[in-house]
């Protein structure tokens, strides 16, 4: 997954763009010295690249404009895909602003290439991993996630299912294991390459002791990947708490009773999580915490009897469900919003 862009000029910043927690602003101080060392030492579009943690910097300098171009992401993804992504960035970030780097331009001019990067990282998107054993819920919990579903790529085989799926504006591919009691042999091709992987349980002690066979094949498949334990059926009497999984297990483990809808919701902050991505701050999440903010609004407007402030309400919601390609919401919610106007008409 990408996860930062950075355009760096004669030591300055000129352009940063963030998808997932990353390098600080402290890290990248640092670093800078040797990335220029080494990127102006290069031949020209030589790409330069190294592990820093549990990321990969990827980078190359245009000599004559003093310019880095870096982009940040996982250990686990593509480099040649990255590699050819940043020369087509590069080429089209100079196209347009060759002439004008030089003049000390206001850095929310480049605002623009947006969307560019935003396409990058649509076409790297991280690859999610759901496993588990047959009962435990999984595919209450994935059908949870593929609720907004695009089906740009669905591909069933006899052990997984991958679809290309959407929350917000974050595009990802989720590898859904079929539903077993015993290993399958080919898993391991499936876990790796993996960015994040969700391991079901159904919270009882024989289910999790079972599941713990799985982290081995982890570790040997995906060994960077983001791990995540989801416990679900945390209603039933025999059901281990969380803290007791946890110990069980070693890792981060999320409560769930995936029969309850609301627990949507909390499903698109488990993948955030795993993912590293804030749903407050990340430009591929936050639309829908804007959305989810102004759909409380609005309906706390109609309860207060401001119908006028709700039709705003609804014409803002409209436009962010548009943003996130979500037009059949977008279509009922502008829809409410016509409606609660014809009836202030015929108030007035």
Not at 37 to 49: G, P, T, V, Y
Not at 178 to 193: A, H, M, R, S, V
Not at 261 to 285: F, G, H, R, T, Y
């Amino acid at each position: 997954m990408l996860r930062q862009v950075f355009i760096v000029f004669k030591d300055k910043v000129l352009y940063e763009r963030n998808y997932g927690k990353a390098l600080s602003n402290l890290d990248l101080t640092s670093l800078l010295p040797d990335i220029k060392k080494d990127a102006f030492l290069r031949e020209k579009n030589e790409i330069c690249n190294f592990d820093y943690y549990n990321f990969k910097l990827s980078f190359m300098a245009n000599k004559d404009l003093d310019l880095i171009f870096i982009f940040v992401s996982g250990l686990t993804d593509d480099l040649n895909k990255i590699k050819t992504k940043i020369l087509e960035f590069t080429k089209e970030f100079l196209k347009v602003f060759s002439d004008s780097i030089k003049i000390d331009v206001d850095p929310s001019v480049f605002e623009v290439i947006n969307p560019i990067i935003d396409g990058i990282h649509r076409n790297l998107k991280p690859k999610i991993s759901i496993i588990g054993f047959s009962g435990v819920g999984k595919t209450t919990i994935t059908n949870f996630i593929k609720v907004d579903e695009i089906h740009l790529e669905y591909i069933p085989t006899n052990s997984v299912d991958i679809a290309t799926v959407k929350i917000g504006k974050l595009t990802f591919l989720l590898w859904d294991l079929k539903e077993t009691n015993q290993f399958n042999p080919l898993w391991k091709d499936y876990i790796k390459g993996s960015n994040a992987l969700l391991l079901i349980t159904d919270s009882t002690l024989e289910n999790v002791d079972k599941s713990k066979n799985y982290l081995e094949l982890i570790k040997e498949e995906a060994p960077h990947a983001h791990l995540a334990i989801i416990a679900n059926k945390q209603d039933l009497p025999d059901a281990l708490n969380v803290e007791k999984i946890e110990e069980i297990m070693g890792l981060k483990t999320y409560s769930m009773v995936a029969i309850e809808p609301k627990n949507q919701d909390k499903m698109i902050q488990i993948i955030a999580d795993i993912l590293d991505i804030s749903v407050e701050d990340s430009p591929l999440l936050k639309p829908i915490f804007e959305r989810d903010n102004l759909i409380n609004s609005a309906e706390k407007a109609l309860i207060d009897g401001n119908f006028k402030k709700a039709a705003d309400f609804f014409d803002k919601i409209a436009e962010i469900c548009i943003e996130i390609g979500d037009d059949s919401l977008a279509n009922e919610i502008f829809d409410k919003g016509i409606k609660i106007r014809e009836f202030l008409k015929t108030c007035a």
